[in-house]
């Protein structure tokens, strides 16, 4: 249950820090005073979303912090799957708010996404006010209410249902991979024509750049040729000044005065290696220009080579690298497909009794929610002609489930159930979100609280003015059966009635103040007098009157009674 509720800088909060009691807390006060400011408090911590229009004039930013005792196990487990950090017997949640516009998150100090924080608050508490859109309208929703007050009964359908879902999803996910026979068939002959393309070529990681190269040099060799041959008659042509001969000329003149200085025939060696180390780069310049002749059938198989390669890597790759991992690839797939045929007979024949066990399955879960949704209805009913509806109708209208030929297969069944409602005798049922008023609406979301309470784990509720429209009689019932809920769970209820009132555990007065060109809101927890005082002016009297006050005390007199069962 909420144990405390701390508001910064919230509208006209500037600081307030409440402790809540167990059972039933109701909070009261002047129209204006702020009451829908805690609900907003209250609303903003749990998740729900939020404008920067709440942080209170002239600051920068607005926190509030809600702290809740004896944690639910489901909170506990949705929890756990967060991976946030477990106390068993606190939490703590935390939300701060900038002029910007920002939103900074906390789960027992772990910083958390808004998301995060709204699924784990969604399992602690719950907020009714009439001028929210309230679940219960919504026909989407109706199934799930169905559901969580049939849980028990279903379980083991719908686990059923989610096991066989999950099974026929699965052969679906293999069926997709082959596709019908005959797409499996056309992938085998595509893949096939691919294989054989990509294997025939036979590609060599390199092969390309050598390719690019060779032509390069066809496509040049008259320039080679032209050149290797330049170079060799310079060094050894048919001019009898090229180098060669030049170097002739040189050792011959040398040989004649070698006689005259010892280290002349050192110089003579060393020119006659030269003339050999000529010799041999002039035979090599000869073989370069011959072997650089253009080759016509060279050239064409060296286009076409090419040709062949960007083929590929147009169709299958950027580099010959990719070609051959695709190739890989492909050659795996073939290998897969090469059983298709069986493998699609068998999966198909799998989820042809897969769908009909689920449709099976289907019609099971549908009747039984059909029985479930009848006894939801009657126990509904009967709460609200305890609350002065007797000639109410509510009802349940379920859509027509579809034949075996249009099944749909779904996790969660075919149904679509809608809530019907009628208020007067002779009156036909129509969609309750077209034809209840506030008052009714009241009444109704106490009764279908009343009957599923206990069902989704939420161990604080809180009521926003739900007692709209009522007075009397029904004011009376509405009270008792508001102080029966809070009974098993922590109610806060926000309530101009002074019938419910009367039935506080603990009451709150919400009360604005101005002082130094300053309003704020401030909340005060009032003792038995000051309750009596509170009680009469909802009665309508002053604080003075001889009436108002004695009556007040009759009213929690007759509230003690009622609570401890006399």
Known sequence: MLTNLNIKNIALISSLDIDFASGLNILSGETGAGKSIIIDSLSFVLGKRADKSLIRYGESSATVSAVFDNIAEN??????????????????????????????????GQRVTLSTLKDVAATIADIYSQHENVAVLNPQYHLDIIDKYGEESLLGLKNTQGQLYTKYRDICKKLDKY????????????LEYQINEITQAELKDGEEDELLALRHRLNNSQIIISSLNQCYNALNGEDVENILSMLGYVKSDLSKISQFDDSIDSLIERIESCKIELKDICYTIADMAQSNEFNPQEYEHCENRLSVIRGLKRK??????????????????YEFLSDGEEKVKQYESEKLLLLKELYQNTKLLSVKRREIADTLCDNIQNELKQLGMNSCKFETKFEKLPDFQEFKPSPNGSDCAIFMFSANAGQPVKELSKVISGGELSRFMLAMKKIIANLDGISTMVFDEIDTGISGKIAQIVAQKTYDISKDRQVLAITHMPQLASMADCHFLIKKTATDDKTTTQLVRLDYDQRLEELSRLIGGVNTSTYAIPHAKEMIEYAESYKSGK
Not at 88 to 97: F, N, P, S, V
Not at 316 to 333: F, M, R, S
């Open 75 to 108: 909170t506990l487990n949705v929890m756990q799957e967060y991976g946030l950090e477990i106390d068993e017997d606190e939490l703590i949640l935390r939300r701060i708010m900038t002029v910007e516009g920002k939103n900074t998150c906390y789960i027992n």
């Open 179 to 190: 596709g019908s026979l005959s797409d499996v068939n056309k992938n085998l002959d595509i």
């Open 316 to 333: 299958y790759g950027a580099t010959v690298a990719d070609v051959n991992a695709y190739l890989e690839q492909i050659q795996e797939e």
